[in-house]
């Protein structure tokens, strides 16, 4: 039997390596965080299934002594999503370890978390950013016919919320906490919008626009936030959506998001939603006979589901040059 020694990873180290991981990953996944999360048993099936239940009409009719009613019967709809497997890895040689003077494999750790956290936030989006209520600024009626002087407005942002609030949208109360990514922090109650850096210039300039650092209280603020105006809170954040070149003109076109709760749900397999892989020098056996490569790597199970097209508003438009 051999002798364990310092070139074999060790559990503990492993836990180090998830840890520094996770922590990088966590920041960037902004569009995760107001869904609902429902993951799935670990060795079951990979489909999730969203059950949604619609309102109840008014009942206006009096009842008639001693008369059983009919009663009304709930509607009902299943919204069904497949996991699946994502990650990525990277190759790190013997001779890059004994040369160089960074802490490689924390440095690497990081790298593959913001990675990770980016590609989970991506595929979010992506899902988000593909609901069917779309409001187009001022007069276009579709991406290809938002021109540049087209950019968001006040006014544009108290159209969306009347939106949501004729659809019978309730307003986001709790956040998924992104110290575990799965346990939810609650919120002032408000709908969320998702902005570019960009179109957080051209808010800024708005009537009604207040600064995260002049609210009346700094105790729930969330992780990005910048700013509010009526019932909308903002995060702005590089990820959030760019149709590139496409509207008129071939200007991009950016898609703010304007959340209401429940437009969405996200499931991992529980015990797989992310996990960190190393694999030491030597470990590939006779693939790897000299020693010379080792591996660090990421792996997620995920999806994104829209469970509600009426909980979410898209405003797409232009912004400032």
Request: glycine residues 6%; contains cysteine.
């Amino acid at each position: 039997m051999s002798d364990t020694t310092t070139s074999v990873v060790t559990a503990a180290v492993n836990n180090f390596y998830d840890r520094t991981m996770l922590k990088a990953a966590r920041p960037l996944l902004v569009h995760t965080k107001w869904g609902q999360v429902k993951d799935l048993p670990k060795n079951g099936s990979a489909v999730i299934k969203f059950r949604r239940y619609s309102l109840l009409s008014a009942n206006t009719t009096a009842l008639t002594e001693g008369v059983t009613p009919s009663g009304t019967v709930l509607a009902i709809t299943d919204v069904t999503s497949t996991v699946a497997q994502y990650g990525d890895y990277v190759t790190v040689t013997d001779f890059l370890q004994i040369t160089t003077l960074d802490p490689l494999a924390s440095e690497t750790a990081d790298v593959l978390g913001q990675q990770a956290g980016n590609s989970l936030d991506q595929l979010c989006r992506d899902v988000l950013v593909a609901g069917t209520t779309v409001q187009y600024s001022s007069t276009a009626t579709t991406r290809a016919t938002v021109t540049s002087s087209m950019k968001i407005s006040r006014q544009e942002i108290r159209e969306a919320v009347r939106t949501l609030q004729n659809n019978d949208a309730s307003k986001i109360t709790r956040m998924v906490n992104p110290t575990d990514g799965f346990n939810t922090s609650p919120l002032n109650a408000c709908f969320v919008g998702i902005i570019t850096e960009n179109t957080l210039y051209d808010l800024k300039n708005e009537t009604g626009w207040i600064p995260v650092q002049e609210y009346a209280s700094q105790k729930d603020i969330m992780e990005g936030e910048i700013g509010a105006m009526d019932d909308v809170r903002f995060i702005m954040t590089t990820n959030a959506k760019i149709f590139a070149s496409a509207g008129s003109g071939s200007i991009d076109v950016h898609g703010t998001l304007i959340l209401a709760k429940d437009y969405y749900g996200i499931s991992r397999i529980s015990g797989e939603a992310m996990k960190s892989i190393s694999k030491p020098l030597g470990s590939a056996g006779s693939a790897d006979p000299l020693d010379q490569r080792a591996t660090m790597g990421w792996k997620a199970t995920f999806v994104t589901t829209r469970l509600n097209e009426n909980f979410c508003v898209r405003i797409e438009h232009a912004v400032s040059a």
